[in-house]
């Protein structure tokens, strides 16, 4: 009897979960696609899944599309074991590596396509063409290799064998290495076909209704269909080589199950036309239609149409075993799951009108009547008929076995109705304890009814019947109060997620940062799971784990991996065995508990891109080595997770080794930069994980190996070690420059100083000859008795000795490089030579020349030029031109201004150059006459020194004209 009970209870939940839709998203051109009919699906062995229309192709990480191939149509996707995808258009067949989209080929006509690990197979009407990376490999044409139209294929990857046959032929050929193998059947079959078994071959023996797919090496029998008009009855599985197959036939798909040796078949009803069909590793199913791309999930969530349940507040099992349900703003109705009907149930509400302002909580008595809370009271209905209570606004309800009556919601307080229908009503008055409409209703172990507020939370001590203050949660504010196997109580509202332990009197949040939406409703399943409900999701905690071990296992369903439905209904759950029904303001969800595990779905975790640019599949299977271009030290990194049913956006977190020390902190960030990169290697690692705790879930890494070669001038440290050896070379120089330019300056410094000397040298020379020529004049007047004459002479020669020490004082001042310090007045030079010359008359009684000094411009007198080069010229003027002159001499002395400097004419109508040179040399020498000798020398040292001075002779007819040029 036993067994025949669990036998029915099966049946019955079997029905009941065949009622209810699997939950599917439907992406459409809105959601990324290229074009809205999508004709491949393929999932590629990196995860990505690939869709393809008539207007493009797309590669789906799950979280975004990215779009390849723009305006081709696709027939066809397939990929092989490095993880490169081929995609067949009209006329072309693609490959994708991870980097590029490369055309393979060109065809005419169209052709099915096979592919190996490193090959693959251009089939069509007129040859199979064997390829290996576009080079042809063997080529067979039909009507000549090969006689008949091949009417189907499938391809042997690991033998490398295609199989084909003809239509109506009972031969099935194989092409393998270049040879065409041909192998016949003598059954009563009308015909055998090849076709593709999940990477192996199958064939087909086509026996009427009948179709026997055999193993072509055992011949042992995989599984037959049957079939009537052409559409399938029944599958027969009985040995498959893989543990499932997705069998497809007219649009409709079975899952056949090599363990249990069952097929199942897989409603997809609510899919026009679905095709084709494919399984994920997370065992979702994907379909293209003309209506998009659909992701339907295939886990623990089934969803009710929303056509027959929609917007229910509050759901509960009644004794006669059927549901119930409220519809906000609408009705109260009896629900059959198995057929997806309803009926309504009419109960009284206000103004003479049927109640339809259904609120949560609805609950069950001792005798299996059904209450429900409304906006103007409460329902009671007994399965025969509805009873309204006028006890206004009530929000939930709950059955108190204690009492043995039902509790509900009150303005400030709570009210009770026992199974005779008495109601008391328990108010209370100060709003201290009960702030407003009690939102949750629960009782702990000794008795005492727990009620929560938007508000307040507060406890009905029934020992001492008053109301007072629970004072041990930090937070006051709960709508969602439940009491598990073990007596904790939990607590739910907008502060999250909190747990009272009654032994220890102690409150305390639980999943903080993971549980942070308002809750709306929580409940336990035995000592197994407990699920909480926000307004977003649904999480399922393991409470063995938690309360075992202190460890936080939690599973989260939202609309990313299959929970669709909306705004779960407050305190609206309902478990009826393993099964958890979640009412929402869109559709009813039932959660299969029994099937909830706790292992990471499907994800993974890649480096897509570097320096924009595409990282090849190849080049991440092997982690070779990856070697950038001369010269480039810039590294831009794009990753991103591959999952479909991650609940939260991944985080990442990144190093680079070689630069960095640590691991970045997890962001959501998908993408990383570094700069300024020495040559060498490194490598780029990656970590991702959902978001939410990282402790709940498996972290995936991946990496990349670098190598960066750079011309020594772009290392990043070329710069400063070139400005550190730029610096010391500078220095280098500097000091060899500035012991150049010392010693340079020595050598000038001698070099003055040798000038002083020979400067100071010539004017010693100079000073005697003239000392000598004025005591001999002054010797020669005391000689002829004429000592008045001496004293004026004697007089002015000392003014002229001085006149002369101050110039001789300023020669000696060129070394000094001020030319303008070492200088005389024109003005001085004047009156120097005026004492002179009227030192000379003197000397001869005046009887033996005149003199005159011109200057041509007051201004000139302020002009400064070197001392002591004028006065041996006028002096040998007067010595070797005027004195041996028999008559009057005259001599004039003239200053002139030029452009360039100053200019003295010192000119004499003497006996001239000529006559002096020829007296010179018949006289005899007292001494030897070195005046301009030394005039010449003096002229030559100072131009040394940056003087311009020149000495030039005019030639006259009579005396002698000489030009003294002082140039600036």
């Given at each position: ?200 071959i199958a064939y087909i023996e086509v026996l009427g209704n009948t179709d026997r ?171 025969k008929q509805t009873k309204k209570f006028d006890t206004g606004i009530s929000l ?527 006289s005899i020498k007292l001494y030897q006459s070195r005046g301009v000798e030394l ?34």
């Open positions: 009897m036993k067994q025949v009970f669990l036998f029915l209870l099966l049946i019955c939940t079997w029905f009941s979960i065949q009622a209810q839709e699997r939950p599917y998203i439907n992406y459409t051109t809105h959601s990324g696609l290229p074009q809205i009919q999508v004709m491949a699906v393929h999932q590629d062995p990196s995860g990505y899944i690939w869709a393809g229309t008539k207007s493009g192709i797309v590669k789906f990480n799950g979280e975004s599309f990215e779009h390849f191939l723009p305006k081709e149509r696709i027939f066809k996707i397939n990929s092989d074991s490095q993880g490169r995808v081929y995609v067949k258009t009209y006329d072309k067949l693609f490959r994708y590596d991870g980097k590029e989209m490369k055309l393979l080929s060109t065809f005419s006509d169209i052709s099915r396509v096979f592919v190996g690990d490193d090959d693959y197979w251009l089939v069509s009407a007129k040859n199979l063409i064997n390829y290996s990376d576009s080079i042809e490999i063997c080529r067979f044409e039909i009507g000549k290799d090969i006689k008949g139209a091949v009417n189907s294929v499938g391809y042997d990857k690991a033998n490398k064998k295609l199989h084909f046959s003809s239509e109506g032929s009972k031969e099935i050929h194989s092409c393998c290495n270049g040879k065409i193998k041909k192998e016949e059947f003598n059954t009563d079959c009308k015909e055998v076909r090849a076709v593709d078994f999940n990477g192996t797919y055999i193993d072509p090496e055992s011949q042992k029998e995989f599984f037959t269909v049957y079939k009537t008009n052409n559409l399938v009855d029944s599958i027969q599985v009985k040995h498959l080589p893989i543990k499932s197959y997705l069998f497809s036939h007219d649009y409709s798909y079975f899952l056949l199950d090599s363990v249990l040796r069952s097929s199942t078949k897989i409603d997809l009803s609510f899919i026009k036309a679905p095709y084709p069909v494919i399984f994920d590793r997370d065992n979702n199913i994907w379909s293209g239609s003309d209506n998009g791309l659909y992701q339907v999930f295939n886990g623990v969530i089934k969803n009710y149409p929303r056509s027959f349940m929609n917007d229910v507040w509050t759901l509960i099992k009644g004794a006669d075993q059927e549901f119930y349900g409220a519809v906000f703003k609408e009705a109260l109705y009896r629900y059959d799951f198995n057929n997806e009907t309803k009926s309504e149930i009419v109960a009284p509400g206000p103004y003479n009108r049927k109640e339809t302002d259904y609120y949560y909580g609805a609950s069950k008595d001792s005798k299996g009547d059904l209450y429900f809370p409304t906006h103007y009271g409460l329902v009671k209905y007994d399965y939930i309800s709950k059955y108190d076995s204690l009492s043995n009556q039902v509790v509900f919601g009150q303005l400030n307080g709570l009210g009770f109705i026992d199974e005779k229908e008495n109601v008391k009503i328990l108010i209370d008055s100060s709003k201290r304890f009960i702030a407003s409409h009690p939102s949750a209703i629960e009782f702990d172990e000794d008795g005492n009814i727990w009620v929560g507020t938007k508000s307040s939370l507060a406890m009905w001590n029934r020992q001492e019947e008053r109301f007072t203050s629970t004072k041990v949660c930090p937070s006051q504010t709960f709508t969602v109060i439940h009491r598990d196997k073990r007596n904790n109580i939990w607590l739910g509202g907008k502060n999250g997620l909190w747990l009272y332990n009654g032994k220890t009197n102690e409150c305390k949040r639980i999943a903080e940062g993971i549980i942070d939406n308002n809750i709306t409703d929580i409940i336990s399943s035995n000592n197994n799971f407990l699920v909480i409900g926000t307004s977003l999701e649904i999480f399922v905690m393991d409470l063995k784990a938690f309360f075992n071990a202190g460890e936080l296992k939690i599973k989260l369903f939202n609309f990313r991996n299959g929970f669709l439905s909306e705004e779960v209904c407050q305190n609206g759950f309902l478990l009826d065995r393993n099964l958890l029904y979640v009412p929402s303001t869109t559709s009813t969800s039932v959660l299969n508990l029994d099937k909830i595990n706790f292992d990471a779905d499907f994800y993974d975790v890649r480096i897509s891109k570097l320096n924009d640019e595409g990282i090849v599949f190849s080049d991440t299977l092997s982690r070779s080595l990856y070697t950038m271009c001369s010269g480039c030290n810039e590294l831009d990194f794009s990753f991103e997770t591959i999952g479909f049913g991650l609940p939260t956006s991944p985080m990442f977190k990144y190093k680079l080794d070689g630069v960095d020390d640590e691991w970045s902190p997890w962001t959501t960030k998908e993408y990383a930069n570094y700069r300024n990169l020495a040559s060498g290697k490194y490598c780029f690692h990656v970590m991702a994980r959902p978001g939410g705790n990282p402790n709940l879930s498996v972290i995936k890494e991946d990496h990349i190996h670098i190598c960066i070669s750079l011309p020594f001038y772009k290392e990043p440290r070329f710069y400063q070690h070139a400005l550190f050896g730029f610096i010391l070379l500078t220095l280098i120089l500097g000091f060899f420059v500035h012991s150049r330019f010392h010693i340079k300056l020595k050598m000038i410094d001698r070099e003055r100083k040798i000038k002083l000397l020979e400067i100071a040298t010539l004017q010693a020379q100079l000073n005697p000859h003239f000392i000598f020529n004025i005591l001999s004049s002054v010797q020669n007047l005391i000689s002829l008795h004429k000592p008045e004459i001496a004293n004026e002479y004697l007089i002015k020669f000392s003014r002229l000795i001085r006149s002369y020490m101050e110039a001789s004082i300023k020669s000696s001042k060129v070394l000094l490089g001020a030319s303008v310090s070492s200088e005389i007045s024109v003005k001085e030079e004047v009156d120097l030579l005026r004492m002179y010359i009227e030192l000379e008359k003197v000397k001869h009684n005046s009887e033996k020349f005149d003199f005159k000094i011109d200057v041509s411009t007051d201004s000139l007198l302020n002009r400064t030029i070197p001392p002591m080069i004028l006065q041996p010229l006028v002096e040998n003027a007067i010595k070797h031109g005027l004195e041996p002159k028999e008559e009057m001499g005259f001599l004039q002395i003239s200053f002139s201004e030029l452009e360039e400097g100053v200019k003295c004419v010192i000119k004499d109508d003497g006996i001239g150059r000529e006559k002096s040179e020829e007296l010179k040399k018949e005039i010449n020398k003096k002229i030559e040292i100072l131009n040394d020194l940056d003087y311009q001075i020149r000495l030039e002779y005019a030639e006259t007819n009579v005396g002698t004209e000489v030009h003294v040029i002082f140039s600036n």
